[in-house]
């Protein structure tokens, strides 16, 4: 009799115990509010309706823009899509995390904003485009099996490719293939809206981090999309754009029918500068995708929260690495959920309508190229370890990067390359895994395309038999080749 008392004892209090442990964690996610997390790829600073692009109109962007904060000086922290990516994830210089330039792994010792949110009770989900796993080559579903897949890095689901993608895709949900109809940013959006009706529905906040393959390479837009300009490549390239800003005012309305719009910031931004197939793809900036000059790093950047942020227009220097601190501060997370170095500083002043003031000038380092943004200056080189080419220019009177006022602000441009100088050893400091327990980098990296993998090669049927990838079939080793 004693013992079934027992029995009966447990069964009653399993779900008792279950119950107070989700309305724990519950009540602890409910301190913060949903997050959505959206980049573009390769869209550049001109690329919006709101800064005077000739052909394109993005009305959902511009709305967006005009009920939030506006940063008409937001930076990728690198000019090509995988080191931004990474300094999303981690707040900190893509090359202190292993990610120096496009198609290299994210280390996993690295504390992640994913990792950080799912701690505090929140569900996090990527859709889109990865290039964080090492993997190059035209975006190819994420294998289940992948050791640097999403899940790795704290997304509890993620439906993903490896690299870029466009229309009708073939995509990896968690490791299983799934194939899809339709404009890829309409597709990710969608797929986002039915993860956020989900975590309405069980009470907790989320992450959501939609990572487009728009505008990239290799530019199909439909003929509804397509621009009328004399360049068809072109029309198509901005075509995608038209699309991609239909998908962001299907994410805003999704928003509203949820009745969650008030409780979710959404933070817009690309990866990097914008392509050179489009002359006003950068605005009046120099150069494009590939350089540290402003047309390769200085991107459309956007807030939005209704209800807890002002609108507001502004020309404070902000960066993708401030994503992950402004995020930590805002939730008041553990101060061990970020590296302790780390690059980018937290933003939340703006959302109490005042501006932060930066502790520390921008460092920018990209393969030989460095730049380093200390309010309206900017330092730059093409060649950082020549003492004699570096630049400085004042990017609020000059932002085409024409007029070096190196010889008429020597005082600052010294102070400002002693500064880039220190920066530059921090950051390969933390390179060689001086940030990390053990002092230094375990294993390799990884920086392969995927036709070369031996991980692919029972897909590699599949795949040749799909126009995205029917051209790679030539470029596979004789020792993968399929018999």
């Not at 990728?76 to 990610?99: F, I, N």
């Not at 895709?169 to 799934?178: D, V, Y």
């Not at 943004?373 to 400085?392: H, M, P």
């Not at 230094?440 to 993998?453: A, D, N, Q, S």
């Amino acid at each position: 009799m004693r013992s079934i008392k027992t029995y009966m004892s447990i069964t009653t209090l399993v779900p008792v115990c279950l119950l107070l442990l989700c309305t724990s964690a519950r009540l602890q996610a409910e301190k913060g509010p949903n997050i959505i997390l959206v980049m573009a790829d390769d869209q550049g600073w001109g690329q919006v309706g709101y800064n005077g692009h000739p052909h394109l109109k993005t009305p959902h962007l511009d709305a967006m823009a005009a009920s939030g904060i506006r940063f008409d000086r937001f930076y990728a922290a690198g000019p090509v899509c995988s080191p931004t990516r990474a300094s999303v994830l981690t707040g900190r210089s893509p090359v202190r995390t292993g990610v120096p330039t496009h198609g290299c792994n994210l280390r996993l010792p690295e504390k992640t904003l994913p990792q950080a949110l799912k701690d505090a009770g929140y569900a996090t989900a990527l859709f889109g485009k990865w290039h964080l796993n090492g993997v190059r080559g035209a975006g190819v579903p994420v294998l289940g099996e992948d050791p640097h897949h999403p899940g790795q890095y704290g997304f509890g689901e993620w439906l993903a490719v490896t690299n870029y993608f466009d229309n009708n895709p073939l995509m990896s949900r968690n490791g299983k293939f799934e194939n899809f109809k339709g404009d890829s940013s309409d597709i990710v959006v969608s797929e986002a809206l039915t993860f956020m009706a989900r975590q309405r529905e069980a009470g907790f906040p989320f992450l959501a981090v939609i990572w487009y393959g728009s505008p990239h390479f290799p530019w199909e837009a439909s003929e509804e999309d397509h621009l009328d300009v004399p360049d068809e490549r072109l029309g198509h390239h901005l075509g995608e754009i038209v699309a991609l800003d239909r998908s962001i005012g299907a994410l805003r309305k999704g928003l509203r029918d949820l009745g969650i719009e008030k409780d979710t910031l959404i933070w817009y931004c690309s990866d990097n500068g914008g392509l050179d197939i489009d002359p006003n793809a950068c605005g009046h900036l120099r150069e494009h995708k590939g350089s540290v000059f402003e047309g390769g790093i200085r991107v459309p950047g956007i807030i939005e929260w209704p209800g807890r942020i002002e609108p507001m227009i502004t020309d404070f220097a902000a960066s993708t690495m401030d994503i992950m601190p402004t995020i930590v501060d805002l939730l008041d997370l553990p101060e061990g959920s970020q590296m302790a170095v780390r690059d980018g500083e937290s933003l939340l002043a703006f959302f109490h309508g005042r501006t932060p003031i930066r502790e520390r000038p921008i460092p920018f380092v990209f393969l030989k190229q460095a730049a380093l943004i200390d309010g309206d200056y900017k330092l730059v080189s093409e060649n950082a370890g020549k003492e004699d080419q570096w630049k400085l220019y004042d990017i609020k009177d000059d932002p085409g990067e024409t007029n070096d006022v190196s010889t008429d602000l020597p005082e600052r441009f010294e102070r400002m390359k002693s500064q880039m100088h220190a920066a530059i050893r921090s950051i390969e400091a933390s390179a060689n895994g001086k940030d990390y327990r053990e002092g230094t980098v375990l294993g390799p990296g990884r920086r392969k395309f995927w036709y070369e993998m031996e991980e692919y090669q029972p897909h590699f049927d599949t795949f040749f038999k799909r126009p995205e990838y029917e051209r790679n079939e030539r470029k596979v080793p004789e020792a993968l080749r399929v018999k």
